[in-house]
DNA sequence: GATGAATGAGTATTCATTCAT
DNA sequence: CATGAATGAATACTCATTCAT
């Protein structure tokens, strides 16, 4: 009954991103979960081992769609410069179009002990990557400077785009447009790192 | 008895920093606090009222002295891009003799209920206000470009130095040595917005 | 799972009534209650949303059924006075029989705010009026005095069986038999209104 | 320093006579209690012992004075009737003019274990024996029925007054007044028991 | 697989009482 | 005597997790 199991994990992680959005991690309670999704709270215990876990799958199955998806945007693009405009475009976007989730991820992750103590973030690692590869490639090219240090850069780039999107979330309200932020942001990094 | 309360106070604001940032904000119990700080739990409500207020007191005081601190120390400087190089090290040599606090402002804060509902982040937006007025004062000397918006370029510089202290606090090592992370970052800024 | 859900409410309000008597109500645990029960401290508040409550709803369960055998057992009289005789050998048996529910009911409901403040105790007001009514009776057959108001005389029949009940409970003896206590307060309070 | 020692004493039980009206017992906090008074919390523990004692010594205070004063009063009358009358009269003038001790009385009284349990209400009784005495004497005249028991005559007399009293101090109102009240009542019973 | 009643560990907060000043 | 800061024991209630049906 392979289709009917996915239809009850997906409900659950649907009702989970609406809950914990709402209350927090720590106030949602699994029988708000439960409730949200229509199924016993005992049935949440047979797809997921503990809350955390719902949580860190939530996390998990959105981080991977959305690697997918921004690897296969960015690669469109062959100008280094292009895939930088371009990233900071798409995540500020994901943002915009996925509140809910957004909100999670810039709060509620962060309350989860096992998230934050026994999980190695690897996608997160591996969405950092993708703008370091992108930086390396722009250095590959002469395209960037060569005193530029990726592994700084990236995440000086990561970090304006997140601060952004964090503002937009804690306000409630979107004061610049996701296309001004975007370009004024690609901006100030590009011409700081270009040759 | 004035001087006794100060005492008993700021021993108390020490203990919950060390208890919050080594179990976090919900796991931290008011025990813990209590025996950290050599007095006794009901003690603790004859100077706070709640355990949000611990978490909120904290974060206050500290953001007074940073903030009264930051300040003076870039009016040192008058040449803006020489400002926002001091800000860079500073930001970034303050996480690192404050690993404690920096983690609890990272993380723990956006843990109390209080916090984040009930309380406006002024603070907060002062220290933001004066990324943003440095570069309102480049742009008024034509060291800026005309077209870069304060409101969100001292987001992404405040941001790409945030998440490279968040780097250095999850991963609990210094990567890179504050003086070449402040560096590079405030090179791309200054390259990326400069005139 | 009827039932079985009725079986524990019952088996809670049977260990709270003990408990209660025992300790009163602001000495009584709630883990008492639940150790005396047989379940867990948790299972209590399925059945009951407070402390408080247990105490009421124990209240208005014991009333209701007070209230409906004193409703039958007087309207198989048709004389007024002998309604009035059974009345105070039966609230005097009912006490003697149900001693630690005629202690929670004289002393420690009164230690409930719940019940104090936002309860009123409409229950009580019932029983009063069995005794108002009679006397109306009494008074429309010509059988008690004209000047005789009900308001007054059925307190003052009530409150003669209710000291002697509540000598009772606190001597914890019984220096009269219950049959000889009716017997004497009804006399006086017949001879005392009748025409 | 004798005179300032009753001066204190005096204010903490006037203000407890006050706290304990408005709070009750359980719910009034020494420190409410030493405000009231105007005096430190640890003053309060100079003078009593316990909360429970600020509680027993203020009912044993009045007591003394209410048994004084009843004693004094009933023996201006001859008559037994006359001097039931007379109780009657002065016990519920007695509740209306002294509203917040009689609550204390009828109601907080109880909530204190020490007073519940280890105090053996000596001046109570004795109050009950000015009527049993009053009913003897009667007897002895010949005007109150041979068949009549004085432990259960009193106890249905002052039964009578309680109840009206209670009904006063707990309805926050007066219904019927004193006067009527209290000639209702003695007719009653003297009705019911003369001969 | 699904249910939801039952569990019981876990904790912030209160307040009578003490005692150093 | 008076003070009031400090103490720390005491407890109702919540909620993640289990398991018999």
Same mark, same amino acid.
């Given at each position: 009954?392979? $289709?009917?199991?996915?239809? @009850?994990? !997906?409900?659950?992680?649907?009702?989970?991103? #609406?809950? *914990?959005?709402? +209350?927090? /991690?720590?106030?949602? #309670?699994?029988?708000?979960?439960?409730?949200?999704?229509?199924?016993?709270?005992?049935?949440?215990?047979?797809?997921?081992? $503990? +809350?955390?876990?719902?949580?860190? =799958?939530? /996390?998990?199955? @959105?981080?991977?769609?959305?690697?997918?998806?921004?690897?296969?945007?960015? =690669?469109?693009?062959?100008?280094? *410069?292009?895939?930088?405009?371009? /990233?900071?475009?798409?995540?500020?976007?994901? &943002?915009?179009?996925?509140?809910?989730?957004?909100?999670?991820?810039?709060?509620?992750?962060?309350?989860?002990? @096992?998230?934050? @103590?026994?999980? $190695?973030?690897? +996608?997160?690692?591996?969405?950092?990557?993708?703008?370091?590869? &992108?930086?390396?490639?722009?250095?590959? #090219?002469?395209?960037?400077?060569?005193?530029? &240090?990726?592994?700084?850069?990236?995440?000086?780039?990561?970090?304006?785009?997140?601060?952004?999107?964090? /503002?937009?979330?804690?306000?409630?309200? !979107?004061?610049?447009?996701?296309?001004?932020?975007?370009?004024?942001?690609?901006?100030?990094?590009?011409?700081?790192?270009?040759?």
């Amino acid at each position: 009954m392979r $289709h009917k199991d996915n239809e @009850k994990h !997906r409900k659950i992680i649907a009702a989970a991103t #609406k809950v *914990f959005a709402k +209350k927090g /991690f720590y106030k949602a #309670k699994i029988s708000d979960i439960a409730r949200e999704a229509g199924v016993a709270d005992g049935t949440i215990y047979i797809y997921f081992s $503990h +809350k955390d876990d719902i949580l860190i =799958s939530l /996390f998990e199955e @959105k981080m991977k769609e959305v690697l997918d998806n921004m690897e296969r945007q960015t =690669s469109l693009e062959t100008d280094p *410069f292009a895939k930088i405009v371009r /990233f900071a475009f798409l995540h500020l976007k994901l &943002i915009e179009d996925n509140k809910d989730m957004a909100e999670i991820i810039q709060v509620e992750l962060r309350q989860s002990d @096992k998230f934050m @103590k026994d999980y $190695h973030n690897e +996608k997160f690692a591996q969405y950092l990557d993708l703008i370091g590869d &992108i930086i390396q490639e722009g250095k590959d #090219k002469g395209l960037i400077r060569e005193d530029i &240090i990726p592994g700084i850069a990236k995440r000086a780039f990561f970090g304006a785009l997140d601060e952004m999107s964090r /503002f937009w979330v804690l306000s409630k309200r !979107r004061t610049y447009d996701v296309e001004t932020a975007a370009r004024q942001i690609s901006s100030y990094f590009i011409n700081g790192i270009k040759t």
